[in-house]
């Protein structure tokens, strides 16, 4: 039973263009909504993470759009880099108690094209 | 890099061997997390360790036995794989009242 479900499964973007990673989840449980991103050969580092109480987060290139109602929410790269070509993972929790059970997608590569 | 290390970074191991995977932090976090990443795949959580007890088995076979001394040090225990265990097996950790984990980068693991 997939609880988030990310699209697309691959993007490839011109440098200087906006790279759009859509996530859907289901459970409305779910509190917090972080992103991850991953190199090869390393493991996933925290980008980027919203709670549902905001509608939008921005951290320099990079942008989460929440929407509550939809259950959706996705990630924004402006600008888009080579050095962004990685894999990227939404995932989503519930609450703080016992230590974060993090539901990932299934993920994204991303390439920028020089 | 993250203060999150994982040995060896790759194996490969037959069918009948034992092996075990080792994970250390050093961040001073009290939770631990063992996850499977396959391609193609979303990360698949294993084991969860609260202040060194499990607390969290996301019905795992029992050729994987997980074990946690303290809590920076989290060892996967490998026995009787299937080729299917492939994959890279990641390690984590965080604050038990937390919710940034830290990853640590994977051992890739082969099963022949």
């Known amino acids: 039973q997939q609880q988030v479900k990310q699209s697309p499964q691959s993007l490839i973007v011109q440098k200087g263009g906006i790279s759009i990673i859509n996530c859907a989840y289901e459970?409305?449980?779910?509190?917090?909504f972080p992103w991850y991103q991953q190199f090869p050969g390393k493991g996933p580092a925290l980008l980027i993470a919203?709670?549902?109480?905001?509608s939008e987060k921005k951290e320099g290139r990079f942008t989460i759009s929440f929407n509550k109602s939809a259950k959706q929410f996705s990630l924004h790269i402006m600008d888009s880099q080579p050095g962004d070509s990685a894999t990227y993972f939404c995932?989503?929790?519930?609450?703080?108690?016992?230590?974060?059970?993090?539901?990932f997608g299934e993920g994204t590569q991303l390439t920028v094209n020089p | 890099e993250t203060g999150v290390t994982q040995t060896p970074r790759h194996l490969v191991m037959g069918m009948t061997n034992k092996k075990s995977l080792k994970c250390e932090q050093h961040?001073?976090?009290?939770?631990m997390y063992w996850y499977k990443q396959s391609a193609k795949k979303p990360l698949e959580l294993m084991f969860v360790?609260?202040?060194?007890?499990?607390?969290e088995n996301n019905s795992v076979p029992s050729r994987f036995s997980p074990e946690c001394p303290n809590s920076s040090h989290l060892f996967l225990h490998l026995h009787t794989l299937q080729p299917e265990d492939s994959a890279l097996y990641l390690c984590?950790?965080?604050?038990?009242?937390?919710?940034?984990?830290?990853f640590g980068p994977g051992t890739r693991l082969t099963v022949t």
């Open positions: 360790y609260n202040f060194k007890e499990q607390t």
């Open positions: 919203i709670r549902p109480d905001v």
């Open positions: 984590a950790s965080s604050q038990v009242a937390g919710l940034e984990q830290y």
């Open positions: 961040l001073g976090h009290n939770a």
């Open positions: 995932a989503a929790s519930i609450g703080e108690t016992s230590g974060s059970r993090l539901t």
């Open positions: 459970n409305t449980a779910f509190d917090y």
